[in-house]
């Protein structure tokens, strides 16, 4: 089965610090990966994606992500954070076997010092 | 544009009561989903709904049930209410295989 780890359960960054936030995953063969974003008391919102192709790719909000098949890691990056940012984020996988659903990781808690 | 909708929002329960949580989506996706959410926990998928009139358990079904009344509504119950089920709770749909899911806004379940 796939699974997903998320080795940081707490992050703390400056604010216009840069920032990156782990993501591996355990699967056979190259799933389909995402990044989701979830503020305070709302849902998760999608932030990127990677299916295939270029191995780094951009999202919103000025977020990337870099698939590494080597190190089955498919971690998120920003350049300089701002207090916004501050949230849940949930790195996820799909292995396209079927309709089931993604597989989530626990989550890393990102914290914004001013 | 709606994408998908919950209700309710919040919800309190006394142990042993049941109720249904709602999701519609408006986007004409085939798979729906049902996670519950825990701290630490991240989401664990529930159960799920491939296309209308199919559904198939996730990895923590127990204690709840589901209907996939038409394409876009796909509802949750819960039988009988145990202080272990509160959590929050998020319906998400997808157009295929591999695409992004898209999440509800959540319903806020405590059970006392």
């Known amino acids: 089965a796939q699974s997903v780890t998320q080795p940081d359960i707490h992050i703390t960054v400056s604010e216009g610090a840069s920032l990156e936030l782990r993501c591996n995953y355990s699967?056979?063969?190259?799933?389909?990966l995402f990044w989701y974003v979830q503020s305070p008391g709302q849902g998760l919102q999608l932030l990127l994606k990677?299916?295939?192709?270029?191995?780094l790719v951009q999202g919103i909000k000025g977020f990337e992500a870099e698939f590494k098949r080597s190190q089955s890691s498919f971690n998120l990056r920003k350049p300089s954070v701002h207090w916004s940012d501050a949230a849940e984020y949930f790195c996820?996988?799909?292995?396209?076997?079927?309709?089931?659903?993604?597989?989530f990781g626990k989550g890393t808690h990102l914290i914004i010092q001013p | 544009n709606a994408g998908v909708t919950q209700t309710p929002k919040f919800q309190v329960l006394k142990t042993g009561q049941s109720m249904t949580l709602q999701c519609a989506q408006d986007?004409?996706?085939?798979?729906m989903y049902w996670y519950r959410q825990d701290p630490g926990m991240g989401l664990r998928l529930i159960y799920y709904?491939?296309?209308?009139?199919?559904?198939d358990k996730g990895e923590v079904p127990n204690g709840y049930n589901v209907s996939r009344l038409n394409k876009r509504e796909f509802s949750l119950r819960l039988e009988s209410a145990a202080p272990s089920q509160t959590s929050v709770y998020f319906c998400?749909?997808?157009?295929?295989?591999?695409?992004?899911?898209?999440f509800g806004q959540g319903t806020r379940l405590t059970v006392v």
């Open positions: 998400a749909s997808r157009e295929d295989q591999g695409a992004e899911a898209f």
């Open positions: 699967y056979g063969a190259t799933p389909y």
């Open positions: 990677y299916f295939s192709g270029d191995t």
């Open positions: 996820a996988v799909y292995s396209g076997g079927g309709a089931d659903g993604l597989t």
């Open positions: 986007m004409n996706h085939n798979s």
């Open positions: 709904s491939a296309s209308e009139g199919t559904t």
